[in-house]
């Protein structure tokens, strides 16, 4: 029998591990009681109407074929006029992208951007994605560690210690995940005097709690952002992001998303296109829920023991340090979901500065929340470390 031959690149990269801990959420269930799920960074929310509305509008019109590789221009022009309203900046159409969620506009704009060899510097932690895509292209990430007790935030001077020849991008999300911290104005123009590309990842933009989160398009347009509907608008399973980039990276994305993807969602494209005029109530009622769960889960994590230094202000995660009841937070993370029925991430998903944390998500609802607190305090009273 002939095995079939495996790639290097899909013998070592490594598994997203969030997605392994509700895998195994979901066989746990299947022979005895629920799991509550606390790991997954998917809101609980259904979409809003008008978006469903319109994209039964677009399927009774017969929208079902191709679009341009570049997305229906209706689209792309609210998406310019959001940029406008929200952040105060111009954006032509012509640099916008509209692609099939976000990570594969990740994946186009650093095929665009990197020779095998090149480097972006990114944090540590940080979206566990983010090194297996740039690693995909032939890139090398370098991180750059970011601490609990400075706030999660980058330092720009340890940021030009590890530029060198081979640096094309430096890669931020703010909000963030997952450790929910929103970076300041200050540090945002402080990136941008850097002669290097930032890549902003703005996907959790609008979910933030008492402050603004900032584009990095209000202080340079020499930068790419990424963004999209699945965290703002519940849309992860429509699978609909877009990229804003310079003038000369349109056409090499545009040829990359002609290859790979053709276009994104005809359907999902249509169904956007009412997103941020008609749902601004929608929204505001969901980031108030979200920032109520997010008060709630922060206040209980202290009580039973976990620690919460930075209070998270953006996205919805809790990156919260349990190095007093381990080293090794994988571990701990499958014995707490086998033992409590309570599915968490374990930090080290998130880079090796991030080992000996857990990251909560409360993208669940409060009832849930809290019985999932019950149960892990429950297991904290009596777990006794290896």
Known sequence: MISASISEMARS???????DVMEKAHALEKEGPPVIHLEVGEPDFDTPAPIKEAAARALAAGHTHYTHSLGIPELRDEICRYYKKEYGVEICPDRVIVTSGTSPAMLLVFAAMLDPGD??????PHYACYPNTIRFVGGQPVYVPVREEEGFRYHPEEIRSRIGPRTRAILINSPANPTGIVLPPEQLQELAQLDITVVSDEIYHGLVYGERAHSMLEYTDRCVVINGFSKLFA??????????VPLEMVRPVQKLQQNLFICASSLAQHAAVPAFRECRAYVRDMVATYDARRRHLVSRLREIGL?????????????????????DSYAFAMEILEKARVAVAPGIDFGQNAEGYLRFSYANSLENIEEGMRRLAAFLRVYQPQ
């Open 307 to 327: 620690g919460v230094a930075v209070e998270p202000t953006g996205a919805f995660y809790v990156l919260a340090n349990a190095r007093r009841f381990c080293s």
């Open 13 to 19: 990269i490594p598994p997203f591990i969030v997605m």
């Open 119 to 124: 480097e972006v510097i990114l944090s540590d």
């Open 235 to 244: 849309m992860t399973g429509w699978r609909l992001g877009y990229a804003i």
